[in-house]
């Protein structure tokens, strides 16, 4: 889903936050579903990675609140804190007393976080009720994070390397969380039930979530590259038939990424999908599922050409995301495009697997008309700027122009293949990434290909010049330095031409050739002079 850069949390390091790494969060959370109120504990196992200015920075939003903060081994005297703005708590302590390298903080937690009324596009906690009226509870916080719900250090570039999940519901209720079930105990006197998870893989903060409502559990299994993976789904008692037809889809999908672009990145933690109340989110081991058990987007087709209502979307794109955005993360939302882009191409993958290649790359095509080029598609690191909505689309096309101009699809699936190895479970900036593709495509582009798609709004312009000599060819609406070959048409032959942004004789176009047509999968305009 989304990152609309419009959040107000700090997203940039500070000296409060970068003297500590997060190994391990450990939640548990009493839900008041009647009274709408969280009440919860969260224990921070961390790594002193720098010198302790005694104070650290824990992000918990308004009006949640904390109640309480102590350090483990330290006879737990309760620690001083206060808070800084409405997002923020400062916490003082002598946190590396015992000088092993690391602590462990205990924080207590309560209130009611604020209601997403716009859910996946805004964030908070859907408060919602099912057809029966019974309670039916998730949470979205991908653009205003996790800390709308629970205390945590809420920024991309620091993720537990493994996380413990205690809800506990009223009974009749099923609460889901990410990764494996741990332990489910039923309390006699409070007729409450607790569900605990289990989650051992890196994971981002704003993956982290619960899922709670009068759920039917259908279990089933993949046999995949890494051997058995098991999947899980969970839809609302009621909807069996439905769920289990639609996701049909999901195993030849499984297929389909694992021999394209890798191996699931978290087979220790299985492989979920939960019928939840918004049409959807790549929640890591647990994707967020709202869209009607219908194909397309809601029952449209981004693409306009047909072939996205053969499959559906929701499953598709959040399930991309397992390998695009869980198990690489961009360090920074300025960098969604990592994550956006990629996994927005994953649709095409998808569609070129069961459909074929022709009606996946008029899926690709049709999407162009919906390429906004308002903004770049990248924003600026450290000022929770997500840059342009066009890090979907856009940055996919860029990946598909990539795709073309490296005329070797092989290659490029094993470029794919790589790039989800080398960086499996890493958190990346946009120039790690950048400089990986470019050892792959050689010298055919150069470095300015990164800066004209994702730092600029512009469409490069293909500008093919008549003369008495033939036909000259250069970019117009380039950023300097820009160099890509392009594949023409000309009466029904295709010709490949490297162009700059200086004119160059081709010699295959002639001053009697009667049609010349830029090819359909390069984002770039042609205008003749
Ligand atoms: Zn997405």
Redesign the pocket.
Known sequence: ?AQAGEESISCADNRERSWWDVREYRLTVNFDLDRRQLNGEVTIRAAVVGKSPGVLQIDLQEPMTLTGATLAGADRRPLSFSRINGHSYHIKGDFDAAGTGSFTLQLSFSGQPAEALRAPWDGGVVYARDSAGRHWWAVACQDIGASVWFPCKDVPFDEPDSVTLSYTVPEYYTAVGNGMPDQQVFNEMERTTTFTWKVRNPVNLYNITFYIGDYARMKSSYKGIKGRLPITYYCLSGHEGRARRQFRQVQPMLQCFEQKIGPYPFYADGFKIVEAPYLGM?HQGAIAYGNRYGNGYLGKDRSGSGVGLLFDFIIV?ESG?EWFGNSITASDVAYSWIQ?GF?SYTETILAECLFGKEQAYSYQRGKRAIILNDLPPEGTPGQCDGGSGDHYDKSAFMIHTLRTIMRDDERFYAMLRQMTDTFRHRIVDGKTIERFLLDWTGNVISPAFFDQYLRTAAIPVLCLEKSAAGYAVYWDNAVPGFRMPVLLYADGREVWVTVSTEPVPVRELHLDTEWIRLSEDILADIKFL
Do not use: F, G, Q, S
Request: glycine share 0%.
């Open positions: 889903m790549e794109h995301h956006e996994t």
